[in-house]
């Protein structure tokens, strides 16, 4: 979408959620702005300029973030939508049920490894996040929402990207 930017997390228990988010902005080609729960002020500053110039309609923000950040994002006259849930796990998942373009016959698993990211987009394979939360390190089990996506798709092949516990790859 040419007309659209995304602002994600990427701080505290939404670290690294944005090598899953980042595979949805380079296959559609939208601008990616990496934030914490409240936009610093050098991006609140640019961003005004960079939605004229650019003629963006929407902003789409993944992950919690103030409600009075997203005050200042809809004075902008913009279409603003919000992809957030409790969890990393919660929001790649949503994020891939409601993609109809992306492939749901694999899926790439990583801790936190930014290549996966490339890897998604040009294989057009939903990118999970196994980094517990407020660290790179991926979690001892798979999170309950990625075993339901697994089932629900009937995923019969996983790619793994860097390196993560055996307990995960059974």
């Not at 603003?80 to 998942?93: E, F, G, H, R």
């Not at 891939?96 to 899926?107: E, G, L, M, P, Q």
């Not at 407020?134 to 798709?153: F, G, M, P, T, V």
Request: proline share 4%; aromatic share 6%.
């Amino acid at each position: 979408e040419d007309d659209c930017l995304v602002i994600s997390l990427c701080t505290g228990n939404m670290r690294s959620i944005e090598s899953g988010v980042s595979v949805y902005c380079a296959r559609y080609h939208m601008p990616l702005v990496l934030s914490d729960k409240t936009i610093p002020d050098q991006i609140m500053n640019w961003l005004p300029g960079y939605v004229k110039e650019n003629n963006i309609k929407k902003i789409i923000i993944i992950g919690p973030i103030d409600a009075s950040e997203i005050i200042k994002l809809e004075s902008l006259g913009i279409n603003i939508k919000q992809v957030n849930d409790n969890n990393i796990a919660s929001i790649l998942t949503k994020m891939a049920r409601n993609n109809k373009d992306i492939k749901h016959d694999s899926v790439i698993f990583t801790a936190s490894d930014p290549l996966a990211a490339h890897l998604g987009s040009y294989m057009n394979l939903p990118v999970f996040i196994t980094a517990n939360n407020s660290s790179y390190n991926s979690a001892d089990h798979l999170a309950d929402e990625y075993r339901e996506y697994l089932k629900d798709y009937n995923i019969q092949s996983v790619v793994i990207v860097g390196s993560l516990p055996e307990s995960l790859k059974d």
